[in-house]
């Protein structure tokens, strides 16, 4: 999927861009069961076109002689990871000494570049813009990101320039390659846990965190069944992120997650659960994938019992919003119980992968029914009259009723429970969607 990222100085208003392209007002801040994180991506669709688009955060201030080299590596960074650049300027302050050096670095990619001038709020305004012609560019685009202003044309030609989205690959279940992205923050050591799985030294290992930059994908076969392995940058917590555009390598990450079926997201056992692993968690949980929790450098901790009653619960608890995540424990560098690991991927895929007949699906309905009666909803009985499973990876069902509006969570969440205990998917996310019947699911 194409990346565009958000790329400017400080306060000219490229939050407020990412929010009018992504069409909601906090597209920055997100909730997730446990865990409240702050959100960086979205997927956006436009006249056709999906692309993710990235707010990356001002450029870093600071003396004179560290403003040159830093936003030279932070650019470069971005014309590296990203596969189109809006950059933004603002019309009220004029050029400024920062955008003529940006503009001369993006001048020598061969990527799509959109000089974007916001804050232009009115006709009267578009004199302000016209400035921006001196950094030597072709077009710029005046808007304001805050009213709307010279958004269509903006995204009219930043669409025209992607290429068409291909169709999903048709896979059969028999041939389909499991693809697993190993997920955590730097050094918890998913380059070791990688090298361990494959029996060689396939990626780059260093105590420096930050030393895997981009996802490395290596296809191979294990007791008959081919994996894709997906060995990714780690993902530092907001706070950590000293160089503002290091969030495109996050996105890497995250693209990662998005490309996969089962993550595997790892914990250091010495440090135990942190919130940015409860944040990667939450990435993965969104983007509904299959997830194995894996406890790194265990040996460590084997000679102390009660440490380890200690990080397990401890781990169930802050997890408690991945109840089906298997939690395993290993030492990556050691391969002690590593062989483990793919049995368990392979487990969790294949309840991801799984399909049941329809028949079978309403009968678990009518037992989930009869067990557990609807609830009232402002005097009137919740009806359900039919369901069906509308995809797999994850398991999706449709349920139809008299009112999708008022099915209350706790409702939901006992049908869900109630459907992975009669599937058999007790280690796969699965996904009930509510909705009306309609003429053809009533004469049914």
Known sequence: MTMVAVVGRPNVGKSTLFNRICRRRHALVDDLPGVTRDRITAQVSYEGKTFTLVDTGGFVSGDPERIAGETREQVLLALEEADAILFVSDAKTGVHPEDVTMADLLRRTEKPVFYVVNKVDGPEQEALAAEFYALGVDRVYAVSAAHGRGIHDLLEDLTAAMPEDEPPEEETEADAVIRVAVVGRPNVGKSTLVNQIL????????PTPGTTRDAVDTLFEKDGRRYLLIDTAGIRRKGRTYQKLEKLS?????????????????????EGVTD?????????????????????KWDTLE???????????????????????????????????????????????????LRVGTGVVNRVLAEALERHEPPLVSGRRLKFYYATQASTRPPT????????????????????????????????????????????????
């Open 250 to 270: 996050i996105i890497k990450a995250l693209g990662s997650i998005d490309r996969c079926h089962v993550a595997v997201v790892l914990l250091d056992a010495l």
């Open 276 to 296: 940015q692993d409860l944040h990667i968690g939450g990435y993965v949980q969104e983007r509904n994938r299959g997830c194995v929790i894996g406890l790194n």
């Open 303 to 353: 000679k102390d019992p009660k440490a380890v009653r200690r990080l397990l619960d401890e781990v169930k608890g802050r997890f408690r919003f991945l109840p089906h995540a298997p939690i395993l424990t290993f030492s990556a560098l050691s391969g002690k119980r590593v062989a483990k690991l793919l049995p368990a991927v392979r487990e969790v895929y294949e309840q991801y992968a």
């Open 199 to 206: 029996g060689e030294r396939r990626v780059i290992v260093s």
């Open 397 to 444: 069902f449709v349920l139809f009723c008299n009112d999708p509006e008022r099915v209350h969570f706790s409702y939901a969440r006992f049908l869900t429970n109630h459907f992975r205990e009669s599937f058999g998917m007790d280690k796969t996310p699965v996904r009930l969607l509510f909705r009306p019947r309609t003429g053809r699911e009533a004469n049914r």
